[in-house]
């Protein structure tokens, strides 16, 4: 019988401001202008006041240090992240309670249209801010650690958390790690428990990538009963430091000093790493399915062969309007987001939370939807 875990219980951070109602901005559809916008941040107007967002806990270093550098050079500007999970952070948005959302996964048809609603005119958009390998962590007495690896193909991983592997001494991965002495012990997976965006990006890699072996439709809730829940980025990596023999999946920068698996690509077996990541990204196209205007959706190739790249990527987004009922408000999204794309934002992101940084080509594609924001 596998040992019960406890889990931690995950606080809400950051109140969420609530935005005040003035008069609508007018008509702003402006998806195909092309963009001048300077990603220096030096150029952009200084803004005042109290603001919030609120979504993907995976965002949530990066944002806090964007936080702080937003807030260096706008000191009157008063900024809040609710690392609330991306499906509740949408939602929240939604509702007009913060003026941007964090999102691990795309805006879905329905929410593009419920958008129309909450943006004073147009329909919400979603720009790629954070790009980061998505870690399948492990805890293994003797085993694990910071840098310490174990070797899977995507039918293993798929099938431990699908529960039709349940021994760390299983053949499939003996097979992949004849050096290492894995011992006859339980697998406990651990998945999280909320509405998640990494869920989604990280089972859009199992079910593109191992085929048959994963059966399941493609969603930000996790599918089955296998396994155990926890709420968050945090929760996932706080239950799996608790109890040997654990596995689960969580944002890589949070990986701290578990053992991480290193991810069959080809003939090779690639650890997790920002330029790893980056490469799978800059490959990938843009999805011409997602409708509305301004919107940058990246669709991965999950089944790259590329040498030295990692398929399990978490493309971040942030989502905002093109107009907002206040205009304070929209001063301070086109500033901010401004920011966060811009090379000081991403290289501050990649410094506090290991990500890669947005390439100059896409920097491009996003600062033309940023511009698009009316701030009359």
């Known amino acids: 019988m596998r040992n019960s875990i406890l889990v931690r219980s995950i606080a809400a951070v950051s109140g969420i401001v609530m935005l005040a109602s003035v008069a609508a901005c007018g008509d702003n ?199 155990q829940g926890a709420k968050g980025t945090s929760g996932v990596i706080s239950t799996v430091q608790q109890a040997d023999g654990t596995i689960g999946y969580a944002d890589a920068s949070q990986a701290g000093e578990l053992g991480t698996v290193a991810v069959k690509v080809g003939d090779d077996y690639v650890p ?19 409708t509305g205007d301004n919107r940058v959706v990246v669709k991965l190739d999950h089944n790259t062969t590329e040498a030295g790249a990692y398929p399990i990527v978490l493309v971040s987004y942030d989502i905002a309007c093109p107009a907002y009922k206040d205009a304070d408000t929209a001063k301070f999204v086109k500033s901010w987001l401004t920011y966060v794309v811009s090379d000081e934002g991403q290289q501050t992101a990649a410094s506090a939370a290991g990500s890669a940084p947005l390439s100059d080509t896409m920097r491009q594609k996003v600062l033309k939807s940023i511009d698009a924001i009316e701030t009359k």
Not at 137 to 154: E, P, Q, R, Y
Not at 277 to 286: E, G
């Open 29 to 227: 559809t402006a998806s195909n202008t092309d963009s001048s916008a300077s990603t220096d941040t030096k150029t952009t107007e200084a803004v005042s006041g109290n603001f919030s967002g609120a979504g993907a806990s995976s965002q949530q270093t990066a944002v806090e240090a964007w936080i702080a550098g937003f807030q260096g050079t706008n000191p009157d500007a008063k900024v809040a992240y609710n690392p609330s999970g991306s499906g509740a952070g949408v939602s929240t948005f939604l509702t007009g309670a913060t003026a941007w959302a964090g999102s691990d996964a795309a805006l879905s048809n329905d929410e593009v249209e419920q958008s129309k609603s909450v943006c004073a005119s147009g329909n919400a958009f979603d720009i790629p801010v954070y790009v980061a390998p998505i870690a399948v962590v492990f805890n293994l007495n003797g085993i694990s650690g910071k840098g310490k690896t174990l070797n899977m193909d995507a039918d293993t991983i798929a099938k431990i958390f699908d529960g039709k592997i349940t021994k760390w001494n299983d053949d499939a991965i003996k097979q992949q790690n004849p050096k290492v002495d894995l011992p006859d012990l339980d697998i406990t997976v651990v998945h999280r428990s909320d509405k998640s965006g990494t869920t989604k990006n990280f089972l859009s890699y199992v079910k593109d990538a191992a085929g048959d072996a994963w059966s399941y439709e493609l969603g930000e809730n996790w599918p089955n009963e296998v396994g």
């Open 272 to 290: 997790f790493s920002a330029e790893a990541a980056a490469k799978v990204v800059d490959a990938s196209p843009l999805d011409e399915s997602a």
